[in-house]
């Protein structure tokens, strides 16, 4: 929640409408780049800042490139009672899986479950977006992905052949907010070591390795090095089989076919998700699972602490709390970002936040 | 694959019949105890030595103790097209996996994907051995399970409210190995640490700590730490969703009302699982997706090494290796355990193998 060079804080409604304004602009319908924005918008209010309007610059250069198809025939391709695999047709990621999730709640409202594999997507945000959009409907929601750049190398290995695959899973509460993992397979996200690069700060030993297996602190060499993942061989075989399930089932890129979409502004990255929903009350009625889940909840966090520690937290709550504070005092935009936005408002001739 | 104190081998039919017969005394019946002696010795085969015949002077201890049914009716309590929840009726936990991977086979036969949740089982021995049944009708499979023992405390907390809760997913290659990741979301399993305390060895920093925080390394000490979660907090954070989806979603245990099943042989311990079948051809051709497999494999296998790495490893290899030696050449058995269930085996009234 801290922001390096704290410019101001805009509210979230004129943040959404500029990010609209600029995906107008570049060509996207209407509608479309209204649920962009919004989605977008949703990752700022929530926190996730290398996910939301961050990527709006990166956006509109791939679309202005021809990498993103503006006009996408986003559709079920091949399914069966619980299971579908989607298309994107290499339309924006937040729409496509905006799309899926819906496929994978009418599946779970139907048959209990829904698992939706997604192809042809593009990048999407952050996981925790479509993980909790079964919450809407009282489901509980899984998403995986295979990222957009390789960051990882496998075990033992110098060949970045994996990304940083993230889980997200979502599951409601009664009172307390919902839980929401959304992590990445490695010890940190790349946007973190990007950002120790733009303060010139040095990384802590255990984030990245140099391609000889030395600690790499200096962010500056990241190009060099890989990001480790979480418990050595064990975050290896998360990235793995997030990769399997999420790129290879659904015919989408992984590995060596994954394209990196900072480099490269043309090519479609085939990006892969998948999706599922769940629905509770065919295990347990709703009520009493969603009163357990505060029961073990208000467990944990009045839990004995360790020395040092003022407060146990829950996966989620952190980015709940930062929902709350920026839906009701605006969204903080770095000094940085704030040029950078405003340089592209004046490119596409559109009025800025 | 190294055993402490070598002792001999055994052929995998001897050893699955001494356990089917130690079972029988005990009063299971027979075809149940034969099922389980082949799921555990089939765990012994694949090398999780810590699960298979090892775990059999416990499980013996909790039958006589009435701590298990032996009777049970292990069934479908609830369901919809492709999701299910499995009471286990306080069974064997092996009998009451193979009854709900066969649910969740057939559900994803017809739908797609079947998701079952378990409740009122009990220890089933290593979670790769239910992620791997689907692999029989060219399914993925992936398994969630509570704990039989909270080990982990929330992140900055000293209380142990969580298990080492595992992950197994298995997915079926062409001519490779399926892949088979088990993994525990704590960085090393229990059971490494009782094998550190038998062997009179310190363990490394970085697998417990104290309640005060601090390193903790002495083995002996171990009921006073708490194992650490893989990265962290995320660990903590995949250990409390999967608590939530394989325990407190089936109305199984998790938390404070997990039963500690090694101090404690008659209390049910309603242990919770997950197992889901995903049925391939759902989403791409079987033959292209096994084959695109291989070609990850291959890719990562022959990717190039850091300085000292010999191989660069998939999960599952080893096991499937080991499975392959030992189906040749006999399942080694430390002598300690030989002494152990040669006593056993005394006080059973029959036939050690």
Redesign the interface.
């Known amino acids: 929640m801290t922001v390096p060079d704290a410019g101001s804080r805009f509210p979230a409604r004129e943040w959404e409408a500029f990010i609209g304004r600029a995906l107008i602009a570049v060509g996207m319908p209407e509608s479309d780049a209204r649920s962009v924005a919004h989605l977008m918008t949703l990752a700022d209010l929530r926190g996730a800042d290398g996910h939301g309007i961050f990527r709006l610059p990166q956006y509109v250069r791939r679309i202005r490139a021809g990498g993103i198809n503006l006009q996408p025939q986003i559709q079920v391709v ?8 989607v298309d994107g047709d290499n339309g924006m990621g937040h729409l496509v899986m905006r799309f899926a999730a819906q496929v994978a709640i009418t ?1 779970a409202e ?6 939706v ?1 997604v192809r042809r997507s593009n990048h999407a945000g952050p996981a925790a977006l479509y993980a909790m959009m079964p919450l809407e409907r009282d489901m ?1 929601g899984v998403y995986l992905a295979v990222g957009n750049a390789n960051h990882m ?7 970045k ?1 994996l990304s940083t695959n993230p ?1 997200a ?1 979502a ?1 409601p509460a009664l009172e307390e907010p919902a ?1 929401v ?1 959304d ?1 990445a397979t490695s ?1 940190v996200a790349y946007g973190r070591v990007k950002l120790a690069a733009q303060r010139g700060e040095q990384m802590p030993d255990g984030w990245m ?1 140099d ?3 030395r600690p790499l602190t200096d962010p500056a060499r990241a190009e060099d090095g890989i990001l480790l993942p ?2 050595g ?3 290896y ?2 990235s ?2 997030f ?3 999420a790129g ?4 989408a890129a ?3 076919s994954t394209v990196d979409f900072n480099k490269d502004d043309v090519m479609p990255t085939n990006t892969g998700h998948v999706i599922v929903a ?3 009350d ?3 009625p709703l009520k009493s ?1 969603k009163g ?2 505060d029961g ?1 909840i208000k ?2 966090r009045s ?7 003022d ?5 989620g709550e952190r980015s709940h709390a930062t929902l709350l504070d920026r839906r009701a005092n605006g969204i903080p935009m770095p000094r940085a970002l704030q040029a950078s936005l405003r340089r592209l408002a004046g490119e596409l001739g559109i009025e800025f936040v």
């Open positions: 091949t399914e069966s009672g619980a299971a579908a695999l599946k139907a048959a209990g479950v829904g698992w594999g509980i190398a496998p075990w033992g290995g110098t060949e052949l889980i899973v599951v839980v993992l992590m010890v390795l391609y000889r297996g979480i418990g061989y064990k975050g075989g998360l793995l089989v990769g399997l399930l290879i089932l659904n015919g992984c590995g060596r769940l629905k509770i065919t295990f347990t699972f357990a889940v073990f467990d944990i839990s004995p602490k360790m020395e040092g520690v407060r146990i937290g829950i996966p």
